[in-house]
């Protein structure tokens, strides 16, 4: 007996794009859960961020708040929002404390591959993440995170 095979244009984007997410989601069936609010702002805060530091020293205030505010947030969220990116930015500006000489690299995937053979479960490990900033200041490289 032939098994139906349910085809969707989702489910092929979802497979050419990343076998892996294909295999939790169709597979598995395992349903990502609905992203928390405190995410979603944390990810707009690097975003910020990350535009700062795209333009520094040249930031424009009124360009950084028209993107903030597309977000389309809860009043409140985009209040603090707005303040939190702004004592951010006068902080770094009046003190000087992590104002960079020159911006290498923001937002700045990276992998870490071990040595699995040393491990108790061998196979292909490494370790995926984003570097926040890599940055010349005082002329040492720092890694922001």
Same mark, same amino acid.
């Given at each position: 007996?032939?098994?139906?095979?349910?085809i969707?244009?989702?489910?092929?984007?979802?497979?050419?794009?990343c076998?892996?997410?294909?295999?939790?989601?169709y597979?598995?069936?395992?349903?990502?859960?609905?992203?928390?609010?405190t995410l979603?702002?944390?990810?707009?805060y690097?975003?910020c961020l990350?535009?700062?530091?795209?333009?520094?020293?040249?930031?424009?205030?009124?360009l950084? *708040?028209s993107?903030?505010?597309?977000y389309?947030? !809860?009043a $409140?969220?985009?209040?603090?929002? #707005?303040?939190y990116v =702004?004592?951010y930015?006068?902080?770094i500006k009046?003190?000087?404390?992590?104002?960079?000489? *020159?911006?290498?690299?923001n937002?700045?995937?990276? !992998?870490? $591959?071990?040595?699995s053979a040393? #491990?108790?479960?061998? =196979?292909?490990?490494?370790?995926?993440g984003?570097?926040?900033?890599?940055?010349?200041?005082?002329k040492?490289?720092?890694?922001?995170?």
């Amino acid at each position: 007996m032939s098994q139906k095979l349910n085809i969707s244009w989702s489910r092929i984007s979802s497979w050419k794009s990343c076998k892996w997410v294909y295999h939790l989601n169709y597979e598995l069936n395992l349903v990502p859960k609905v992203v928390e609010p405190t995410l979603r702002d944390g990810k707009l805060y690097h975003e910020c961020l990350s535009y700062i530091y795209e333009r520094w020293p040249d930031v424009d205030g009124k360009l950084l *708040v028209s993107k903030i505010k597309r977000y389309s947030l !809860e009043a $409140k969220v985009e209040s603090d929002m #707005l303040e939190y990116v =702004g004592n951010y930015l006068r902080h770094i500006k009046r003190y000087k404390s992590q104002e960079p000489d *020159v911006v290498l690299l923001n937002e700045f995937p990276f !992998e870490v $591959k071990l040595d699995s053979a040393r #491990l108790k479960y061998p =196979g292909q490990v490494s370790f995926i993440g984003i570097m926040d900033l890599v940055v010349l200041r005082r002329k040492r490289g720092e890694i922001w995170d």
